[in-house]
Protein backbone atom coordinates (compact mmCIF):
# COMPACT_ATOMS: atom_id res chain seq x y z
CA UNK A 1 0.00 0.00 0.00
CA UNK A 2 1.37 3.19 -0.18
CA UNK A 3 0.66 5.14 2.33
CA UNK A 4 1.92 8.48 1.06
CA UNK A 5 -0.68 8.64 -1.26
CA UNK A 6 -3.47 7.32 0.53
CA UNK A 7 -2.54 9.91 3.62
CA UNK A 8 -2.70 12.51 0.91
CA UNK A 9 -6.26 11.62 -0.51
CA UNK A 10 -7.64 11.45 3.52
CA UNK A 11 -6.03 14.86 3.87
CA UNK A 12 -7.96 16.05 0.94
CA UNK A 13 -10.97 14.27 1.89
CA UNK A 14 -11.43 16.14 5.47
CA UNK A 15 -11.10 19.56 4.46
CA UNK A 16 -7.38 20.01 3.79
CA UNK A 17 -4.52 20.20 6.13
CA UNK A 18 -5.59 23.46 7.36
CA UNK A 19 -9.21 21.97 8.37
CA UNK A 20 -7.12 19.52 10.97
CA UNK A 21 -6.85 21.20 14.04
CA UNK A 22 -5.36 17.97 16.10
CA UNK A 23 -4.78 14.34 14.63
CA UNK A 24 -4.31 11.47 17.09
CA UNK A 25 -4.47 7.21 16.51
CA UNK A 26 -5.63 4.42 18.46
CA UNK A 27 -5.08 0.82 16.99
CA UNK A 28 -7.18 0.94 13.86
CA UNK A 29 -7.94 4.04 13.65
CA UNK A 30 -7.36 7.79 12.63
CA UNK A 31 -9.20 10.60 15.23
CA UNK A 32 -8.92 13.95 13.49
CA UNK A 33 -10.72 16.93 15.79
CA UNK A 34 -11.52 19.53 12.52
CA UNK A 35 -12.19 22.51 12.78
CA UNK A 36 -15.53 22.39 10.19
CA UNK A 37 -16.71 18.76 9.67
CA UNK A 38 -19.01 19.62 7.29
CA UNK A 39 -16.06 19.32 5.14
CA UNK A 40 -15.73 16.18 5.42
CA UNK A 41 -16.82 13.85 1.77
CA UNK A 42 -17.34 10.58 4.07
CA UNK A 43 -18.39 8.99 0.83
CA UNK A 44 -15.50 9.29 -0.90
CA UNK A 45 -12.95 8.50 2.10
CA UNK A 46 -15.24 5.40 2.18
CA UNK A 47 -14.17 4.46 -1.61
CA UNK A 48 -10.47 5.27 -0.44
CA UNK A 49 -8.81 2.00 -1.23
CA UNK A 50 -6.93 0.94 2.18
CA UNK A 51 -9.84 2.86 4.15
CA UNK A 52 -12.29 0.43 6.31
CA UNK A 53 -14.44 2.74 7.28
CA UNK A 54 -15.61 6.16 8.65
CA UNK A 55 -17.32 7.72 11.57
CA UNK A 56 -18.23 11.59 12.02
CA UNK A 57 -19.58 12.82 15.72
CA UNK A 58 -17.35 14.18 17.68
CA UNK A 59 -14.34 13.99 15.78
CA UNK A 60 -13.59 12.44 12.32
CA UNK A 61 -12.07 8.75 12.75
CA UNK A 62 -11.09 7.24 9.70
CA UNK A 63 -10.46 3.38 9.90
CA UNK A 64 -7.64 2.01 8.00
CA UNK A 65 -6.47 -1.10 9.86
CA UNK A 66 -2.96 -2.05 10.17
CA UNK A 67 -1.80 0.49 8.40
CA UNK A 68 -2.53 3.05 10.74
CA UNK A 69 1.01 4.10 12.10
CA UNK A 70 2.67 4.90 8.89
CA UNK A 71 -0.64 6.71 7.44
CA UNK A 72 -0.83 8.51 10.92
CA UNK A 73 2.69 9.14 10.79
CA UNK A 74 2.30 10.87 6.99
CA UNK A 75 -0.53 12.87 7.60
CA UNK A 76 1.31 14.15 10.74
CA UNK A 77 4.22 15.05 9.00
CA UNK A 78 2.30 16.85 6.23
CA UNK A 79 -0.15 18.87 8.58
CA UNK A 80 2.72 20.40 10.26
CA UNK A 81 3.24 24.01 9.76
CA UNK A 82 -0.11 24.18 8.41
CA UNK A 83 -2.31 24.58 11.71
CA UNK A 84 -4.08 27.29 12.50
CA UNK A 85 -5.02 27.61 16.04
CA UNK A 86 -6.28 31.00 16.21
CA UNK A 87 -9.05 29.83 13.21
CA UNK A 88 -12.62 29.94 14.47
CA UNK A 89 -14.70 27.25 13.99
CA UNK A 90 -17.36 27.77 10.85
CA UNK A 91 -19.45 25.51 12.44
CA UNK A 92 -19.45 25.68 16.57
CA UNK A 93 -19.27 22.38 18.23
CA UNK A 94 -21.55 21.86 20.74
CA UNK A 95 -20.54 21.80 24.37
CA UNK A 96 -21.53 17.32 24.56
CA UNK A 97 -19.69 17.50 21.36
CA UNK A 98 -16.39 19.18 22.41
CA UNK A 99 -16.48 17.47 26.01
CA UNK A 100 -15.67 14.19 24.66
CA UNK A 101 -13.21 15.40 21.79
CA UNK A 102 -11.28 17.18 24.43
CA UNK A 103 -11.45 13.81 26.92
CA UNK A 104 -10.65 11.64 23.87
CA UNK A 105 -7.78 13.68 22.79
CA UNK A 106 -6.45 14.25 26.12
CA UNK A 107 -6.62 9.52 27.18
CA UNK A 108 -6.19 8.31 23.88
CA UNK A 109 -2.14 9.09 23.32
CA UNK A 110 -1.77 7.96 27.47
CA UNK A 111 -2.96 4.50 26.60
CA UNK A 112 0.18 2.87 24.89
CA UNK A 113 2.13 4.11 27.80
CA UNK A 114 -0.36 2.58 30.54
CA UNK A 115 -0.76 -0.63 28.84
CA UNK A 116 3.02 -1.18 27.96
CA UNK A 117 3.33 -0.90 32.12
CA UNK A 118 0.05 -2.54 32.93
CA UNK A 119 1.49 -6.07 30.61
CA UNK A 120 4.85 -5.71 32.34
CA UNK A 121 3.35 -5.46 35.79
CA UNK A 122 0.71 -8.25 35.23
CA UNK A 123 3.94 -10.78 33.64
CA UNK A 124 5.72 -10.02 36.83
CA UNK A 125 2.76 -11.27 39.13
CA UNK A 126 2.91 -14.79 36.45
CA UNK A 127 6.52 -15.10 37.11
CA UNK A 128 6.32 -14.32 40.87
CA UNK A 129 3.28 -17.10 40.88
CA UNK A 130 5.04 -20.01 39.18
CA UNK A 131 8.22 -19.26 41.12
CA UNK A 132 10.81 -18.17 38.15
CA UNK A 133 11.45 -14.24 39.70
CA UNK A 134 10.67 -13.30 43.44
CA UNK A 135 8.83 -10.68 44.27
CA UNK A 136 11.77 -10.04 46.31
CA UNK A 137 14.59 -9.98 44.31
CA UNK A 138 16.40 -6.60 43.25
CA UNK A 139 15.70 -7.41 39.48
CA UNK A 140 11.69 -8.01 39.94
CA UNK A 141 11.88 -4.65 41.85
CA UNK A 142 13.40 -2.80 39.31
CA UNK A 143 11.28 -4.15 37.14
CA UNK A 144 8.14 -3.52 38.75
CA UNK A 145 9.41 0.33 39.18
CA UNK A 146 9.78 0.27 34.83
CA UNK A 147 5.69 -0.99 35.39
CA UNK A 148 4.59 1.42 37.80
CA UNK A 149 6.84 4.54 36.42
CA UNK A 150 3.39 5.48 33.45
CA UNK A 151 0.73 5.17 36.56
CA UNK A 152 2.98 6.99 39.22
CA UNK A 153 3.69 10.10 36.70
CA UNK A 154 0.02 10.14 34.94
CA UNK A 155 0.00 13.51 36.16
CA UNK A 156 3.27 14.48 33.90
CA UNK A 157 1.81 12.61 31.24
CA UNK A 158 -1.48 14.22 31.28
CA UNK A 159 -0.08 17.66 31.53
CA UNK A 160 1.74 16.73 27.96
CA UNK A 161 -1.43 15.63 26.24
CA UNK A 162 -3.51 18.36 27.24
CA UNK A 163 -1.22 21.08 26.64
CA UNK A 164 -0.60 19.47 23.54
CA UNK A 165 -4.86 19.54 22.55
CA UNK A 166 -4.66 23.34 24.26
CA UNK A 167 -1.88 24.34 21.74
CA UNK A 168 0.38 25.76 24.52
CA UNK A 169 3.58 25.69 25.49
CA UNK A 170 4.11 22.20 27.17
CA UNK A 171 7.41 22.35 29.24
CA UNK A 172 5.93 24.93 31.08
CA UNK A 173 2.40 23.30 31.10
CA UNK A 174 4.43 20.34 32.72
CA UNK A 175 6.38 22.56 35.50
CA UNK A 176 3.22 23.71 37.12
CA UNK A 177 1.52 20.09 37.11
CA UNK A 178 5.36 18.96 38.30
CA UNK A 179 4.99 21.02 41.56
CA UNK A 180 2.33 18.64 42.60
CA UNK A 181 4.61 15.52 42.66
CA UNK A 182 7.68 16.50 43.94
CA UNK A 183 8.40 14.73 46.98
CA UNK A 184 9.18 17.90 49.29
CA UNK A 185 5.99 19.24 48.08
CA UNK A 186 4.71 15.43 49.10
CA UNK A 187 6.05 16.49 52.30
CA UNK A 188 5.42 19.77 52.82
CA UNK A 189 1.40 18.77 52.47
CA UNK A 190 2.23 15.84 55.02
CA UNK A 191 3.69 17.86 57.54
CA UNK A 192 0.75 20.73 56.95
CA UNK A 193 1.41 23.81 54.61
CA UNK A 194 -0.01 26.89 54.25
CA UNK A 195 0.01 29.40 51.71
CA UNK A 196 -0.59 32.86 52.23
CA UNK A 197 -2.28 31.82 55.63
CA UNK A 198 -4.54 29.70 53.65
CA UNK A 199 -4.22 25.93 54.04
CA UNK A 200 -2.95 23.68 51.42
CA UNK A 201 -4.97 20.17 51.14
CA UNK A 202 -2.60 16.89 51.93
CA UNK A 203 -3.91 15.58 48.64
CA UNK A 204 -1.30 12.83 47.03
CA UNK A 205 -1.42 13.48 43.64
CA UNK A 206 0.65 10.97 42.12
CA UNK A 207 -1.05 8.79 39.73
CA UNK A 208 -4.08 11.69 39.48
CA UNK A 209 -5.31 12.77 36.26
CA UNK A 210 -7.96 15.49 36.78
CA UNK A 211 -5.91 17.71 38.93
CA UNK A 212 -3.15 18.05 36.42
CA UNK A 213 -5.62 18.45 33.72
CA UNK A 214 -7.47 21.46 35.61
CA UNK A 215 -3.95 22.76 36.26
CA UNK A 216 -3.20 22.94 32.40
CA UNK A 217 -6.62 24.66 31.57
CA UNK A 218 -6.10 27.23 34.11
CA UNK A 219 -2.85 27.75 32.40
CA UNK A 220 -3.77 27.83 29.24
CA UNK A 221 -5.61 30.92 30.32
CA UNK A 222 -2.88 32.70 32.07
CA UNK A 223 -0.55 31.70 29.10
CA UNK A 224 -2.68 33.87 26.77
CA UNK A 225 -3.50 36.74 29.12
CA UNK A 226 0.83 37.43 30.17
CA UNK A 227 1.81 36.74 26.54
CA UNK A 228 -0.87 39.28 26.01
CA UNK A 229 -0.40 41.98 28.26
CA UNK A 230 3.77 41.12 28.32
CA UNK A 231 6.07 43.37 26.79
CA UNK A 232 8.08 41.83 23.86
CA UNK A 233 11.39 42.50 24.85
CA UNK A 234 10.33 40.26 28.08
CA UNK A 235 7.67 37.92 27.33
CA UNK A 236 10.43 34.95 26.86
CA UNK A 237 10.56 34.43 30.93
CA UNK A 238 8.45 37.18 32.40
CA UNK A 239 4.95 35.57 30.79
CA UNK A 240 6.09 31.55 32.16
CA UNK A 241 7.09 33.04 35.33
CA UNK A 242 4.01 34.98 35.96
CA UNK A 243 1.64 31.92 34.34
CA UNK A 244 3.27 29.30 36.51
CA UNK A 245 2.91 32.28 40.65
CA UNK A 246 -0.54 32.21 39.28
CA UNK A 247 -1.15 28.54 38.30
CA UNK A 248 0.45 26.64 40.59
CA UNK A 249 -0.78 28.18 43.91
CA UNK A 250 -4.71 28.45 42.59
CA UNK A 251 -3.96 24.38 41.77
CA UNK A 252 -2.55 23.63 45.25
CA UNK A 253 -5.53 25.74 46.78
CA UNK A 254 -8.54 24.56 44.84
CA UNK A 255 -8.41 23.13 41.57
CA UNK A 256 -6.15 20.18 42.59
CA UNK A 257 -8.11 19.55 45.64
CA UNK A 258 -11.36 19.67 43.00
CA UNK A 259 -9.81 17.39 40.97
CA UNK A 260 -8.81 14.91 43.52
CA UNK A 261 -12.49 14.51 44.06
CA UNK A 262 -13.66 14.13 41.03
CA UNK A 263 -11.69 11.45 40.07
CA UNK A 264 -11.76 9.62 43.15
CA UNK A 265 -15.79 10.36 42.73
CA UNK A 266 -15.92 8.88 39.40
CA UNK A 267 -14.57 5.88 39.73
CA UNK A 268 -16.81 5.31 43.07
CA UNK A 269 -19.97 5.90 41.49
CA UNK A 270 -18.84 3.24 38.54
CA UNK A 271 -18.06 1.33 41.45
CA UNK A 272 -22.14 2.19 43.28
CA UNK A 273 -23.72 1.44 39.68
CA UNK A 274 -22.11 -1.54 39.53
CA UNK A 275 -22.76 -2.54 43.57
CA UNK A 276 -26.25 -1.76 42.17
CA UNK A 277 -26.65 -3.89 39.31
CA UNK A 278 -24.10 -6.07 39.76
CA UNK A 279 -23.03 -8.48 36.70
CA UNK A 280 -26.00 -7.06 34.75
CA UNK A 281 -23.87 -3.66 34.12
CA UNK A 282 -21.21 -5.89 32.45
CA UNK A 283 -23.31 -8.01 30.53
CA UNK A 284 -25.13 -4.77 29.57
CA UNK A 285 -21.47 -3.04 28.42
CA UNK A 286 -20.56 -6.18 26.33
CA UNK A 287 -23.79 -5.84 25.17
CA UNK A 288 -23.92 -2.45 24.08
CA UNK A 289 -19.56 -2.15 23.02
CA UNK A 290 -20.30 -3.50 19.26
CA UNK A 291 -22.32 0.02 18.65
CA UNK A 292 -19.84 2.19 20.50
CA UNK A 293 -16.91 0.40 19.27
CA UNK A 294 -18.05 1.05 15.34
CA UNK A 295 -19.35 4.74 16.21
CA UNK A 296 -15.87 5.09 18.12
CA UNK A 297 -17.96 6.18 21.77
CA UNK A 298 -16.49 3.55 23.70
CA UNK A 299 -13.22 6.06 24.36
CA UNK A 300 -15.03 8.50 26.73
CA UNK A 301 -15.26 5.55 29.56
CA UNK A 302 -11.03 5.88 29.49
CA UNK A 303 -11.37 8.59 32.06
CA UNK A 304 -13.07 6.06 34.72
CA UNK A 305 -10.79 3.31 33.72
CA UNK A 306 -7.80 5.50 34.17
CA UNK A 307 -9.32 6.80 37.15
CA UNK A 308 -9.97 3.31 39.17
CA UNK A 309 -6.55 1.82 37.71
CA UNK A 310 -4.76 5.02 39.52
CA UNK A 311 -7.26 5.13 42.76
CA UNK A 312 -7.38 1.20 42.98
CA UNK A 313 -4.84 -0.53 41.30
CA UNK A 314 -7.66 -2.56 39.22
CA UNK A 315 -11.02 -2.15 37.14
CA UNK A 316 -13.85 -4.46 37.29
CA UNK A 317 -16.29 -3.21 34.21
CA UNK A 318 -14.48 -2.33 31.23
CA UNK A 319 -12.17 -4.87 30.77
CA UNK A 320 -14.05 -7.93 31.45
CA UNK A 321 -16.61 -6.29 29.15
CA UNK A 322 -14.15 -5.73 26.13
CA UNK A 323 -12.82 -9.44 26.84
CA UNK A 324 -16.25 -10.57 25.97
CA UNK A 325 -16.58 -8.21 23.14
CA UNK A 326 -13.81 -9.20 21.26
CA UNK A 327 -13.49 -12.69 21.88
CA UNK A 328 -17.45 -12.75 20.68
CA UNK A 329 -16.79 -10.73 17.35
CA UNK A 330 -14.10 -13.88 17.30
CA UNK A 331 -16.49 -16.47 17.41
CA UNK A 332 -18.76 -14.86 15.13
CA UNK A 333 -16.22 -14.29 12.37
CA UNK A 334 -14.84 -17.76 12.93
CA UNK A 335 -18.38 -19.54 12.09
CA UNK A 336 -19.07 -17.40 8.97
CA UNK A 337 -15.37 -18.28 7.58
CA UNK A 338 -16.58 -22.31 8.60
CA UNK A 339 -19.57 -22.23 6.85
CA UNK A 340 -19.73 -19.63 3.88
CA UNK A 341 -18.88 -20.69 0.49
CA UNK A 342 -17.70 -17.49 -0.02
CA UNK A 343 -14.03 -17.41 -0.74
CA UNK A 344 -13.60 -14.08 -0.59
CA UNK A 345 -15.90 -14.04 2.79
CA UNK A 346 -14.32 -17.02 4.35
CA UNK A 347 -10.62 -15.06 3.86
CA UNK A 348 -12.43 -11.65 5.27
CA UNK A 349 -13.72 -13.07 8.06
CA UNK A 350 -10.87 -15.68 8.76
CA UNK A 351 -8.36 -12.78 8.97
CA UNK A 352 -10.97 -10.43 11.40
CA UNK A 353 -11.61 -13.74 13.77
CA UNK A 354 -8.07 -13.94 14.32
CA UNK A 355 -7.56 -10.42 14.59
CA UNK A 356 -10.20 -9.81 17.34
CA UNK A 357 -8.97 -12.87 18.90
CA UNK A 358 -6.13 -10.74 19.73
CA UNK A 359 -8.13 -7.30 20.84
CA UNK A 360 -8.36 -5.53 17.59
CA UNK A 361 -12.28 -6.07 16.61
CA UNK A 362 -12.53 -3.11 13.82
CA UNK A 363 -12.15 -5.56 11.02
CA UNK A 364 -14.56 -7.65 12.21
CA UNK A 365 -17.19 -4.71 12.64
CA UNK A 366 -16.54 -3.29 9.43
CA UNK A 367 -15.89 -6.36 7.64
CA UNK A 368 -18.63 -8.94 8.59
CA UNK A 369 -20.38 -8.56 11.89
CA UNK A 370 -22.21 -4.95 10.86
CA UNK A 371 -22.90 -6.31 7.56
CA UNK A 372 -25.31 -8.64 8.64
CA UNK A 373 -27.94 -8.81 11.00
CA UNK A 374 -27.51 -12.37 12.54
CA UNK A 375 -24.10 -11.85 12.72
CA UNK A 376 -24.50 -9.25 14.81
CA UNK A 377 -26.79 -10.68 16.82
CA UNK A 378 -24.28 -13.40 17.63
CA UNK A 379 -21.75 -10.92 18.48
CA UNK A 380 -24.35 -9.30 21.11
CA UNK A 381 -25.59 -12.70 22.45
CA UNK A 382 -21.70 -14.22 23.03
CA UNK A 383 -20.84 -10.75 24.84
CA UNK A 384 -23.85 -10.63 27.02
CA UNK A 385 -23.44 -13.93 28.21
CA UNK A 386 -19.96 -13.79 28.33
CA UNK A 387 -20.00 -10.45 30.07
CA UNK A 388 -22.26 -11.86 32.85
CA UNK A 389 -20.32 -14.72 33.72
CA UNK A 390 -17.14 -12.22 34.15
CA UNK A 391 -19.33 -9.86 36.14
CA UNK A 392 -20.81 -12.31 38.62
CA UNK A 393 -17.06 -14.04 38.92
CA UNK A 394 -16.32 -9.95 39.36
CA UNK A 395 -13.32 -10.48 37.22
CA UNK A 396 -10.95 -8.00 37.68
CA UNK A 397 -8.57 -5.86 34.94
CA UNK A 398 -5.35 -4.65 36.34
CA UNK A 399 -4.27 -2.88 33.00
CA UNK A 400 -5.79 -0.46 30.75
CA UNK A 401 -5.60 -2.41 27.40
CA UNK A 402 -7.60 -4.14 24.40
CA UNK A 403 -7.87 -7.17 26.21
CA UNK A 404 -7.89 -10.63 23.94
CA UNK A 405 -5.39 -14.24 23.66
CA UNK A 406 -2.07 -12.39 23.88
CA UNK A 407 -2.92 -9.76 26.73
CA UNK A 408 -4.66 -12.22 28.98
CA UNK A 409 -2.15 -11.59 31.47
CA UNK A 410 -3.89 -8.54 32.30
CA UNK A 411 -6.19 -10.27 34.14
CA UNK A 412 -3.56 -12.68 36.47
CA UNK A 413 -3.92 -10.90 40.08
CA UNK A 414 -1.96 -10.99 42.78
CA UNK A 415 -4.41 -11.32 45.18
CA UNK A 416 -7.10 -13.82 43.59
CA UNK A 417 -5.57 -16.91 41.71
CA UNK A 418 -9.06 -17.71 40.03
CA UNK A 419 -9.17 -14.33 38.42
CA UNK A 420 -7.53 -15.27 35.03
CA UNK A 421 -9.31 -18.72 34.96
CA UNK A 422 -12.42 -17.03 35.45
CA UNK A 423 -11.42 -14.54 32.63
CA UNK A 424 -10.74 -17.58 30.83
CA UNK A 425 -13.96 -19.25 30.90
CA UNK A 426 -16.12 -15.64 30.28
CA UNK A 427 -13.89 -15.37 27.15
CA UNK A 428 -14.52 -19.05 26.05
CA UNK A 429 -18.31 -18.74 26.56
CA UNK A 430 -18.19 -15.87 24.60
CA UNK A 431 -16.84 -17.55 21.47
CA UNK A 432 -18.72 -20.63 22.24
CA UNK A 433 -22.10 -18.68 22.74
CA UNK A 434 -21.11 -16.59 19.55
CA UNK A 435 -19.65 -19.36 17.11
CA UNK A 436 -22.73 -21.21 17.98
CA UNK A 437 -25.32 -18.32 17.69
CA UNK A 438 -23.97 -17.16 14.54
CA UNK A 439 -23.62 -21.14 12.64
CA UNK A 440 -26.97 -21.87 13.34
CA UNK A 441 -28.44 -19.29 12.11
CA UNK A 442 -26.42 -16.99 9.40
CA UNK A 443 -27.16 -17.75 6.02
CA UNK A 444 -25.23 -16.38 3.22
CA UNK A 445 -27.25 -14.20 1.33
CA UNK A 446 -28.37 -14.75 -2.49
CA UNK A 447 -26.23 -11.43 -3.75
CA UNK A 448 -23.78 -12.34 -1.75
CA UNK A 449 -23.32 -15.68 -1.85
CA UNK A 450 -22.78 -17.99 -4.28
CA UNK A 451 -25.70 -20.61 -3.62
CA UNK A 452 -27.57 -22.18 -6.44
CA UNK A 453 -30.09 -20.17 -8.49
CA UNK A 454 -33.27 -21.20 -9.16
CA UNK A 455 -34.84 -23.16 -11.85
CA UNK A 456 -34.88 -20.57 -14.80
CA UNK A 457 -33.25 -17.95 -13.12
CA UNK A 458 -29.21 -16.64 -13.60
CA UNK A 459 -27.09 -14.80 -11.09
CA UNK A 460 -24.58 -12.46 -12.78
CA UNK A 461 -22.28 -11.42 -10.07
CA UNK A 462 -20.01 -7.68 -10.07
CA UNK A 463 -17.85 -7.28 -13.37
CA UNK A 464 -15.33 -5.16 -10.99
CA UNK A 465 -14.98 -4.44 -7.44
CA UNK A 466 -16.17 -1.30 -5.83
CA UNK A 467 -18.99 0.60 -5.18
CA UNK A 468 -22.40 -0.58 -6.92
CA UNK A 469 -24.61 2.68 -7.85
CA UNK A 470 -28.36 2.24 -9.45
CA UNK A 471 -27.67 2.43 -13.86
CA UNK A 472 -29.94 6.06 -13.67
CA UNK A 473 -26.88 7.49 -11.82
CA UNK A 474 -24.38 7.12 -14.72
CA UNK A 475 -23.42 10.29 -16.38
CA UNK A 476 -24.47 9.19 -19.82
CA UNK A 477 -27.85 9.46 -21.08
CA UNK A 478 -27.69 6.33 -23.25
CA UNK A 479 -26.88 3.98 -20.48
CA UNK A 480 -29.19 5.81 -17.73
CA UNK A 481 -32.07 6.35 -19.40
CA UNK A 482 -32.04 2.58 -20.23
CA UNK A 483 -31.99 2.60 -23.86
CA UNK A 484 -28.97 0.00 -24.08
CA UNK A 485 -30.76 -2.22 -21.44
CA UNK A 486 -31.45 -2.73 -17.34
CA UNK A 487 -28.33 -3.13 -16.12
CA UNK A 488 -25.99 -1.51 -12.82
CA UNK A 489 -22.37 0.18 -12.67
CA UNK A 490 -20.03 0.40 -10.64
CA UNK A 491 -17.65 2.90 -8.89
CA UNK A 492 -14.50 0.83 -9.14
CA UNK A 493 -11.72 0.17 -6.67
CA UNK A 494 -9.43 -1.63 -9.15
CA UNK A 495 -8.71 -1.53 -12.82
CA UNK A 496 -9.78 -4.96 -13.40
CA UNK A 497 -12.73 -6.20 -16.01
CA UNK A 498 -13.90 -9.68 -14.74
CA UNK A 499 -17.17 -12.68 -16.50
CA UNK A 500 -20.22 -11.85 -14.48
CA UNK A 501 -20.99 -15.11 -15.44
CA UNK A 502 -19.90 -18.18 -17.76
CA UNK A 503 -20.44 -17.79 -21.30
CA UNK A 504 -19.02 -16.67 -24.62
CA UNK A 505 -17.56 -13.09 -25.66
CA UNK A 506 -19.08 -12.23 -28.77
CA UNK A 507 -17.87 -8.68 -29.49
CA UNK A 508 -14.57 -6.94 -27.95
CA UNK A 509 -13.94 -3.51 -28.77
CA UNK A 510 -10.64 -2.16 -30.53
CA UNK A 511 -9.70 0.13 -28.08
CA UNK A 512 -10.59 -2.25 -25.68
CA UNK A 513 -12.92 -0.18 -23.62
CA UNK A 514 -16.23 -2.36 -24.54
CA UNK A 515 -16.95 -6.11 -25.07
CA UNK A 516 -20.01 -8.10 -24.91
CA UNK A 517 -21.03 -11.44 -24.13
CA UNK A 518 -23.74 -14.41 -24.39
CA UNK A 519 -24.65 -16.65 -21.42
CA UNK A 520 -25.76 -19.99 -21.88
CA UNK A 521 -29.89 -18.73 -21.18
CA UNK A 522 -29.59 -16.05 -24.28
CA UNK A 523 -28.79 -13.05 -22.39
CA UNK A 524 -27.02 -10.52 -24.30
CA UNK A 525 -24.60 -8.79 -21.53
CA UNK A 526 -22.65 -5.92 -22.42
CA UNK A 527 -19.40 -3.56 -20.71
CA UNK A 528 -18.71 -0.63 -20.94
CA UNK A 529 -15.53 0.79 -19.07
CA UNK A 530 -15.93 4.78 -18.18
CA UNK A 531 -17.76 7.54 -20.09
CA UNK A 532 -16.08 8.88 -23.51
CA UNK A 533 -13.26 6.46 -22.69
CA UNK A 534 -12.59 5.55 -26.75
CA UNK A 535 -11.06 8.51 -27.16
CA UNK A 536 -8.21 7.70 -25.21
CA UNK A 537 -7.61 5.22 -28.15
CA UNK A 538 -7.13 2.56 -25.46
CA UNK A 539 -4.38 4.39 -23.86
CA UNK A 540 -5.03 2.44 -20.41
CA UNK A 541 -6.80 -0.26 -21.63
CA UNK A 542 -5.58 -4.09 -21.76
CA UNK A 543 -7.87 -6.94 -23.49
CA UNK A 544 -7.16 -10.62 -22.16
CA UNK A 545 -10.09 -12.10 -23.90
CA UNK A 546 -11.15 -12.88 -27.73
CA UNK A 547 -13.72 -13.11 -29.86
CA UNK A 548 -15.70 -16.63 -29.51
CA UNK A 549 -13.33 -17.01 -26.38
CA UNK A 550 -15.08 -19.29 -23.78
CA UNK A 551 -15.39 -17.74 -20.43
CA UNK A 552 -16.55 -18.53 -16.70
CA UNK A 553 -17.39 -16.57 -14.03
CA UNK A 554 -14.55 -14.69 -12.11
CA UNK A 555 -12.96 -14.43 -15.10
CA UNK A 556 -10.75 -11.33 -16.15
CA UNK A 557 -12.18 -9.87 -19.13
CA UNK A 558 -10.10 -6.53 -19.48
CA UNK A 559 -7.40 -4.17 -17.11
CA UNK A 560 -7.30 -0.77 -17.34
CA UNK A 561 -5.78 1.94 -15.51
CA UNK A 562 -7.95 3.73 -13.14
CA UNK A 563 -5.05 6.25 -12.38
CA UNK A 564 -4.82 7.02 -16.40
CA UNK A 565 -8.33 7.38 -16.94
CA UNK A 566 -9.08 9.70 -13.82
CA UNK A 567 -6.05 11.36 -14.66
CA UNK A 568 -7.12 11.93 -18.25
CA UNK A 569 -10.43 13.55 -16.77
CA UNK A 570 -12.86 10.55 -17.36
CA UNK A 571 -15.18 9.09 -15.33
CA UNK A 572 -13.98 5.60 -14.59
CA UNK A 573 -17.35 4.11 -14.42
CA UNK A 574 -17.78 0.58 -14.94
CA UNK A 575 -21.19 -0.79 -16.65
CA UNK A 576 -22.66 -3.65 -17.09
CA UNK A 577 -26.04 -4.28 -19.13
CA UNK A 578 -28.55 -6.56 -20.76
CA UNK A 579 -29.23 -5.51 -24.27
CA UNK A 580 -32.19 -7.89 -24.68
CA UNK A 581 -33.70 -7.38 -20.98
CA UNK A 582 -36.92 -7.57 -22.32
CA UNK A 583 -37.14 -11.30 -22.62
CA UNK A 584 -35.82 -11.76 -18.70
CA UNK A 585 -37.30 -10.12 -15.19
CA UNK A 586 -34.24 -8.65 -14.36
CA UNK A 587 -33.88 -7.66 -10.58
CA UNK A 588 -30.55 -5.95 -9.16
CA UNK A 589 -29.02 -4.48 -5.96
CA UNK A 590 -26.95 -1.75 -4.71
CA UNK A 591 -25.19 -2.83 -1.62
CA UNK A 592 -24.40 0.20 0.22
CA UNK A 593 -20.96 -1.43 1.26
CA UNK A 594 -17.97 -1.81 -1.39
CA UNK A 595 -18.12 -5.23 -3.02
CA UNK A 596 -15.77 -7.60 -4.66
CA UNK A 597 -16.29 -9.38 -8.36
CA UNK A 598 -17.88 -12.35 -6.36
CA UNK A 599 -20.87 -10.35 -5.19
CA UNK A 600 -24.56 -11.15 -6.72
CA UNK A 601 -25.55 -7.65 -8.27
CA UNK A 602 -28.01 -8.89 -10.53
CA UNK A 603 -30.74 -11.94 -10.94
CA UNK A 604 -32.20 -12.89 -14.65
CA UNK A 605 -35.38 -15.06 -14.78
CA UNK A 606 -36.56 -16.12 -17.84
CA UNK A 607 -40.06 -14.47 -18.60
CA UNK A 608 -42.50 -17.67 -19.23
Not at 248 to 266: D, H, N, Q, R
Not at 458 to 464: E, F, G, M, T
Amino acid sequence: MNHIKLSEEIIARVGGVNNIEHIEHCSTRLRLSLLDNQLVDIAALEKLPGVLGVRVNAQCQVIVGKYIVEVYNVIKQLSQGHAQPEKKRKHAKKWGTYCIDFIISIFQPLVPAIAGGGILKSLLILLDLIGWLSKSSSTYKTLDNIASAPIYFLPILVAITTATKLKVNILVAVSAVSVMILPAMGKQLADGAQFISFDLKNVAYASQVFPAIMCVILYSQTERFFNHYSPSVLRTFLSPMLSLLVTVPVTLLFLGPIGYELGSWLAIGILWLYGKLGFVATALLAAALPFMVASGMHKPLLPYAVSSLAQFGREIVYAPASLAHNIAESGTCMAIALKSRNKAMRSTALSAGISALCGITEPALYGVTLLNKKALYGVVAGGTIGGAVMGWMVVEGFALVSPGLPSMSIFISPDNRWNILYAFLGAGLSFIVSFMFTFSLWREENKKGEEKPLPGESYLYSPAEGQVIPLSQVKDDVFSAGIMGSGIAIIPSKGALYAPIDGTISTVFEHGHAASMLTSNGAEIIFHIGIDTIKLNGRGFTSRISVNQKVKAGDLLIEFDLNTLIAAGYDPVVIMVVANSEQFQVSSSAPAHTINNRYNVMTLKESV
